[in-house]
């Protein structure tokens, strides 16, 4: 049986034929999505201001250069809550003797060592 015969019996009859071309097909849409998505992703890199052939080095150098990402050490204290003012320090104070909780003489003590710094 000669595969270029056209009397039947060819190598794309039937369903061959039928599954080569769904093939053909599917692979040149991906094709043609991958080029799609590619550029878009290019064109938005670039808009952006970073060379698009380096943007994840760029983006690491950056992320690793952040405040965010540095660690706290001694010298650089760990960002958190503000400090209070003394005159919110000394209200809480009162506020806790009023109550009872604490004594006349540890309240005292505390407010001494507020207003010593």
């Known amino acids: 049986m000669d595969p270029l015969d056209s ?3 060819g190598l794309f009859d039937g369903a061959f034929g ?22 878009k992703r290019y064109s938005a890199v670039k808009r952006a ?6 943007v994840d080095a760029q983006l690491v150098t950056r992320a690793m250069d ?3 990402l540095r ?5 650089t204290p760990a960002a958190g809550p503000a400090p209070r003012t003394i005159e ?9 003797f009023a109550r009872g909780v ?9 407010r001494a060592d507020i207003l010593k710094g």
């Open 18 to 39: 039928v599954f080569f071309a769904l093939f053909g097909i599917v692979f040149v849409a991906i094709l043609i999505f991958t080029v799609v998505v590619a550029v």
């Open 49 to 54: 201001g970073y060379d698009p052939l380096t």
């Open 102 to 110: 604490i004594s006349a003489d540890e309240r005292a003590a505390a």
């Open 7 to 9: 009397t039947g019996g």
């Open 88 to 96: 919110s320090r000394l209200a809480e104070l009162d506020d806790l």
């Open 71 to 75: 660690p706290a050490d001694a010298a």
């Open 66 to 68: 952040s405040e965010l």
